[in-house]
């Protein structure tokens, strides 16, 4: 399987996908959500589980930051932006709603976009084909999706790029 996105050029997401682009939150997350592909799918794929994190954060946040959490995918494209609009997929919270970026569960349950505070930061965008749907609800939390996907995972991809201070 193998997961590419248009948001990456030369190894960096563009601008737009993060805190240097124009769409934000009513309180101030990036909202302007990447686009990917998903390719060479195993047989028995019922869903995909994305998720898009930041172990860079750790230097900034203590933790890894999670930007964008889905479960229930069932095509192998998402269209940029489509964070805002989409009702086929299911959203979990984003590390804006943790301790640290303390937003609502519902502000907080979509992409939640880059914002390095401290230096230039990779993010990784893993993407799992499972041979279930999860039926979990909107806003849940990371924990919830791993234990979830726990003997369903079929194949993942992954994809990096980088996003400047």
Request: hydrophobic residues 40%.
């Amino acid at each position: 399987m193998k997961v590419t996105s248009s948001a990456i050029e030369n190894g960096h997401y563009a601008d737009k996908y993060g805190k240097r682009g124009s769409q934000f939150s009513p309180n101030g997350m990036p909202t302007y959500s990447i686009p990917f592909e998903i390719t060479d799918v195993p047989a028995g794929t019922k869903s995909f589980a994305v998720v898009l994190e930041d172990k860079d954060a750790i230097s900034a946040a203590g933790f890894v930051w999670t930007h964008w959490l889905i479960a229930d995918l069932e095509r192998t494209s998402v269209q940029e932006n489509e964070s805002q609009t989409a009702t086929d997929f299911v959203q979990g919270a984003n590390s804006w709603a943790s301790v640290l970026g303390k937003f609502d569960i519902k502000e907080a349950s979509a992409y939640g976009g880059m914002a390095p505070p401290n230096s230039n930061h990779r993010y990784e965008l893993y993407v799992y084909a499972l041979d279930t749907k999860l039926n979990l609800p909107q806003g849940f939390r990371f924990n919830e999706l791993h234990y979830a996907m726990q003997g369903h995972i079929l194949d993942q991809a992954y994809l990096v790029g980088w996003y400047n201070v």
